[in-house]
Antibody, heavy 122, light 107 residues
Framework: QVKLVESGGRVVQPGRSLRLSCAASGFTFMNYGMHWVRQAPGKGLEWVAFISYTGNTRHYADSVKGRFTISRDDSRNTLFLQMSSLRGEDTAVYYC???????????????WGQGTLVTVSS | DIQMSQSPSSLSASVGDRVTITCRASQGIRNDLGWYQQKPGKAPKRLIYTASSLQSGVPSRFSGSGSGTEFTLTISSLQPEDFATYYCLQHNTYPFTFGQGTKLEIK
């Protein structure tokens, strides 16, 4: 069965960096685009970033552009989110989710991981 | 950016009630919209995709409709396990955007 497991969340000081991981199993990871979505405590959902199945196309929310980098390692079936210059407003649970990345027949966000909590605080 | 206006933001209803939640897009998004249910401390769960297709395993009391700029999620007869927060998400144009959420509470 499809499984997505996020890790790497922890308490980090403002201005520092952190890398999140999302381990995928139960499907052919290299055939899927992937997203990161976050949720600040008590708030709604916010889309963060996307990487295509080839890795050649990436999109970011304006709130993280220039600070966050999405990447993937298909040999390890793993998605990453490198976060730098972290701010208090980046405090959130971060989820990964998959996307079949077929523009004419898109099927996105069908499976989600359980999330990993990032807390940015001094 | 495409704005998704979701209403109402909260809703009190009773078991057995029919409820409708609406999302309006600031520009046309064809049928590139999904509906998600989220319970406290849990990941979102997809209920509806491409505006009106029922996710496998989701009860048939959930239905979606709409295209272009106006979309609805309807629960035909509320069950106790349906009390949760619901979100719409447009995946037509980057940046993808969620509605603000609708918290469905027991009356």
């Amino acid at each position: 069965q499809v499984k997505l497991v996020e890790s790497g969340g922890r308490v980090v000081q403002p201005g520092r960096s952190l890398r999140l991981s999302c381990a995928a199993s139960g499907f052919t990871f290299m055939n899927y685009g992937m997203h990161w979505v976050r949720q600040a405590p008590g708030k709604g959902l916010e889309w963060v970033a996307f990487i295509s199945y080839t890795g050649n196309t990436r999109h970011y929310a304006d709130s993280v552009k220039g600070r966050f980098t999405i990447s993937r390692d298909d040999s390890r079936n793993t998605l990453f989110l490198q976060m730098s210059s972290l701010r208090g407003e980046d405090t959130a649970v971060y989820y990964c989710s998959r996307d079949n990345d077929i523009p004419e027949d898109r099927d996105a966000f069908d499976f989600w991981g359980q999330g990993t909590l990032v807390t940015v605080s001094s | 950016d495409i704005q998704m206006s979701q209403s109402p933001s909260s809703l009190s209803a009773s078991v057995g009630d029919r409820v409708t939640i609406t999302c309006r897009a600031s520009q046309g998004i064809r049928n590139d919209l999904g509906w998600y249910q989220q319970k406290p401390g849990k990941a979102p769960k997809r209920l509806i995709y491409t505006a009106s297709s029922l996710q496998s395993g989701v009860p048939s009391r959930f239905s979606g409709s709409g295209s272009g700029t106006e979309f609805t999620l309807t629960i035909s007869s509320l069950q106790p396990e349906d009390f949760a927060t619901y979100y719409c998400l447009q995946h037509n144009t980057y940046p993808f955007t969620f509605g603000q959420g609708t918290k469905l509470e027991i009356k």
